[in-house]
């Protein structure tokens, strides 16, 4: 089946600085990939989505400064998140969506628990 | 608006009991819903897919059930073990490519022994 990695698993930085996060499929060309974030017992919120070659796609709310997307091959997104703060402590997960796969399908990566102390 | 609302919030059973979970949702268009398990601290994991025309799908002890006329849907768990702890998550998505979805919050489902 198809595999989404996603590094690091946890993080922990301090207030200001800036934390990368990678998202890897593994066993397919990802030509879409999905950035969410979720916050304890709440539902994924997605932040925005970005295809191979492109810009991001950010949904309403989300800072595309603060939060910068990055998607430069069809196995590879990385999300910045820039000057982090405290409130940015969340699980950041993505998901990936391939040509050769079921139309509708995304495969969700493991996620990344970020602490911003 | 667009919703997914999912009951019970949570909910817990005894190992080997049958348990079913539901989904209510206003979402327009329609074009399929899925049900995810999301293990703490994991990604979700995807359970079953189904199209407007499906009313019905199975995978293992789980089966799903679609109702679009009602707009519900269930998810049923057979013969629940342990490792069947987890949030089970009802998404709708709303566009053919797949790429609009719309979250519920999921119910917490304990399996004790």
């Known amino acids: 089946g198809a595999v989404v990695s996603q590094h690091p698993s946890w993080v922990i930085c301090k207030s200001g600085t800036s934390v990368k996060i990678e998202c890897r499929s593994l066993?397919?060309?990802?030509?879409?990939m999905f950035w969410y974030r979720q916050f304890p017992k709440q539902s994924l919120m997605l932040m925005a989505t970005s295809n191979e070659g492109s810009k991001a796609t950010y949904e309403q709310g989300v800072e595309k400064d603060k939060f910068l997307i990055n998607h430069a091959s069809l196995t590879l997104s990385t999300l910045t998140v820039t000057s982090a703060h405290p409130e940015d402590s969340s699980f950041y997960i993505c998901?990936?969506?391939?040509?050769?796969?079921?139309?509708?399908?995304?495969?969700f990566g493991p996620g990344t628990r970020l602490t911003v102390t | 608006k667009n919703q997914v609302e999912q009951s019970p919030q949570s909910l817990i059973i005894l190992e080997g009991k049958n348990c079913t979970l539901q989904?209510?949702?206003?979402?327009?268009?329609?074009?399929?819903l899925r049900w995810y398990k999301q293990d703490t601290g994991r990604g979700p994991v995807s359970l079953t897919i189904?199209?407007?025309?499906?009313n019905t799908k199975s995978n293992g002890r789980y089966t799903a059930t679609l109702d679009a006329d009602t707009k519900q849907s269930s998810l049923h768990i057979t013969a629940s073990q342990l490792s069947d702890s987890a949030s089970y998550i009802c998404?709708?998505?709303?566009?053919?490519?797949?790429?609009?979805?719309?979250f519920g919050k999921g119910t917490t489902l304990s399996v004790s022994s």
């Open positions: 189904m199209t407007f025309s499906e």
């Open positions: 998901s990936a969506r391939g040509q050769s796969r079921a139309v509708y399908e995304q495969y």
């Open positions: 066993d397919f060309q990802a030509t879409t």
């Open positions: 989904c209510n949702y206003t979402v327009s268009p329609f074009s399929n």
């Open positions: 998404v709708v998505s709303y566009n053919q490519a797949g790429t609009a979805l719309i």
